[in-house]
């Protein structure tokens, strides 16, 4: 929500796409959980050019691999996929930076609470009828790896530019955890007084 990055990929990525469409998307999907792994050890290792670089491509590819699966036609296996491998990219990012010195536990774990809290009232808001819950909430999981990657960069010049990021998805997330718990209160609260 807060960068729009989907509204803006499709179009950016579409001629993109049309040339790699015999590629599961799958496979796409699978190479941005690799490069999370990557990167992990990027934040590990504090080499900020492999940070930089596997950001940019996990953030390519997790739009990439939409784009792709809509030209190919969506499939049930395709959607699980995508949604599991990106809560072990996220754990692998958040992670890779606690272990790597940029941020204190406990700030990377409210960050990763909040993370997954977002990601979990959107499978769950969705599961109970709500056909897209794209828009609802200030970080949808698209803004995190940009984010994530301007703090990367920032972090060139300004040493504790990832602690701030940091910081910032620790709020960012659940505040969009909240807005989603509020979301369904009123949605279902509605359904169920009918």
Request: glycine share 8%.
């Amino acid at each position: 929500m807060l960068l729009r990055v989907k509204k803006f990929s499709e179009k950016l990525l579409l001629p993109l796409a049309k040339k790699l469409t015999k590629i599961p998307a799958n496979v796409i999907t699978s190479l941005g959980l690799f490069f999370s792994l990557l990167a992990f050890f990027g934040f590990i290792f504090q080499n900020l050019i492999i940070i930089i670089i596997c950001l940019f491509l996990v953030e390519l590819f997790d739009q990439l691999d939409g784009v792709i699966a809509r030209l190919q036609g969506p499939t049930t296996l395709g959607a699980f996929l995508d949604s599991t491998l990106d809560r072990i990219g996220d754990f692998l990012l958040f992670f890779g930076i606690i272990l790597g010195g940029y941020t204190e536990v406990y700030i990377g774990f409210i960050t990763l609470v909040g993370a997954f809290l977002t990601s979990y009232t959107r499978a769950k808001i969705e599961a109970l009828g709500v056909p897209n819950l794209y828009g609802v909430g200030l970080l949808e999981r698209t803004d995190r790896v940009p984010i994530i990657l301007i703090g990367s960069i920032l972090q060139i010049w300004f040493p504790t530019a990832i602690w701030w990021t940091m910081v910032f998805l620790a709020i960012g997330t659940n505040i969009t955890a909240i807005q989603r718990i509020v979301y369904a209160i009123k949605r279902f609260s509605v359904k169920s007084n009918k």
